[in-house]
């Protein structure tokens, strides 16, 4: 599959490839041009060129097109999924999910396609004042390979309908969906230069393209390492920046939950994509009251997990995408053990079945008793490892929680209206959950605090930006 630039499908300025390999299986599904600075400035002119036009079309037409896309998107959904499954590896119902979300990220976008106009300020003696909202210009959006397709939409839903134009750098695990739903925007008609798409590695392209002098946004969603590193780059030329660094998410049962409730949470809430998923539960405070009740059952749940190629039938959970991911998990597992920190009481191995003696594959974790400076407390843990901390109280609960540089989500589970509003005013992060978890809509707001990020996408929110607001000051 090629690169798409202007609008059509190109190979690397180097002639160079990269492989796509199937994380569950270890074969080869596709080659990919492995894209170089060259490619990133012709994508950036690209954008550039387009950008007048695009900028000078209605909204609602832009709206026609993005909703146009999204009607195929729809149409072609298994075809899709099937696709996200061999790259990334998780189960076809959670990449069935994935591709609905992309076009249900579009069409909310399209809704809101006349709602970012300015206003009128009589100011008095000095007369009045407007203020108009206008697009940046051209942007950079750099994703992740966890959940590709539905991070695509966050950035280019707002940037698009905004009327920005956007060269997009997809995972070079994941790049296939992203290069089929960006033919597919070209299909319902978006014009050349409006989306491209420049696949290669992150510290050539992905620098490039932060740097360029013409693109005046960057949004990224990654490692915090990398998100500071483009903060950095984009502070010299006063960028605009939208940063989501991922978390380490605690989960608090309270001792008047609902444990069936909190226990099908909590499966979902760690296990779901493999455990890679930025607002994955990460960390597990429950009360001492009814630990051992609820233990018990989450055991019983994350036993009855069923791990496989995600291709195959009745699958829960399938492979990390990779092999450094699969090396970090397996390695953090190891050092629990060696350290005694925690005790395992499900999982902590990579699975014996034949069908999976090819893939990057591990089976899902439940560690109790976890110590307070344990490793898998401290670091984000992409992957299907669950620490479990038993606390006394919500006090503790809430100051264990808050023991982290991360700042994305948390939920708190308890029927006490009381207990509720303690952790949505005391806990640190950007959204917090009451009796769910994981679950963002397109309607609202996302992003984190201190080292989770900066900036929000989603919901209209996400609009502000991607426009520049000018006022002007009127007297007659």
Partial sequence: MKMQINGKAVDACSGEFFDIINPATGELIDRVPKGTEDDAVIAVESASSAFNGWASTSPQQR??????ASGIVRQRQDELAFLLTREQGKPLAESKNEIEGFAHVLEYYCGLASSFHGDFVPVHQNGYAFTVKKPLGVCTAIIPWNMPALIMAWKIGPALISGNTLVLKPASNTPLTNLTLASILSEAGLPPGVLNIVTGPGEVVGESLVKSPKVKKISFTGEARTGKRIAELAAGGMKRVTLELGGSDPMLVCDDADLEAAVAG??????????????AVKRLFVFESVAERFIKKLEA????????????ENIDMGPLNNRRQWEYIKELVADVEEKDEGRIITGGRVPESSTCSKGYFFEPTLIVDVPRESRLLKEEVFG?????????????A?????????????????????KARAGCEQLNAGIIWLNQHLKVAPEVPFGGTRESGIGRENGPDALSEYLDLKTIMLKI
């Fill in 63 to 68: 709206a026609r097109i993005l909703y146009t």
């Fill in 266 to 279: 909590a499966l979902r809430g760690r296990f779901y994509n493999c455990g890679q998923a930025c607002t």
């Fill in 301 to 312: 749940g994350v036993r009855n997990l069923r791990v496989g190629n995600g291709l195959h």
């Fill in 384 to 396: 299907p490892v669950l620490p479990v901390v038993r606390v006394k109280d919500l006090d503790e």
């Fill in 398 to 418: 809430i100051e264990e929680a808050n023991n982290t540089c991360y700042g994305l989500g948390a939920s708190i589970w308890t029927k006490n209206l009381d």
